[in-house]
């Protein structure tokens, strides 16, 4: 079982920056494709970010593109969504998934069929 939990969430004003990290741990031992989706009051979650297990392809949702940057620490399963110029679009809450059993991606690994673990989640709110 692998757990994971995310943590940064917070109130901020619209221009701000924000960043959010999450760490997996657990069984089985490797290390993992790892993705941020997020899901705003009244609508379906959405895909935003991806990063590939060696963090040498990365996958950004296009409403976010120039204004989020995901990473990873190389050694270990952590990643950061690090969140400039944030709009009240912004406004959800955000989830990380982990990729434990999926296939190779072909393109933005946007279902969630694709993640396997997830965590709790944590509220970004963007005020105007």
């Known amino acids: 079982q692998v757990q994971v939990e995310e943590t940064g969430g917070g109130l901020v004003q619209a221009g701000d920056s924000l960043r959010l990290s999450c760490a997996a741990s657990?069984?089985?031992?490797?290390?993992?494709?790892m993705g941020w989706f997020r899901q705003a009051p009244g609508k379906v979650r959405e895909f935003v970010a991806a990063i590939s297990w060696n963090g040498d392809t990365t996958y950004l949702v296009d409403s976010v593109k120039g204004r989020f940057t995901i990473s990873r620490d190389g050694t270990k399963n952590t990643v950061s969504l690090q969140m400039n110029n944030l709009k009240p679009e912004d406004t959800a809450v955000y989830y990380c998934a982990v990729g434990v059993y999926g296939p190779a991606w072909s393109g933005a690994p946007s279902s969630e069929r694709l993640w396997d673990y997830w965590g709790q989640g944590t509220q970004v709110t963007v005020s105007s």
């Open positions: 657990g069984r089985p031992g490797g290390i993992f494709p």
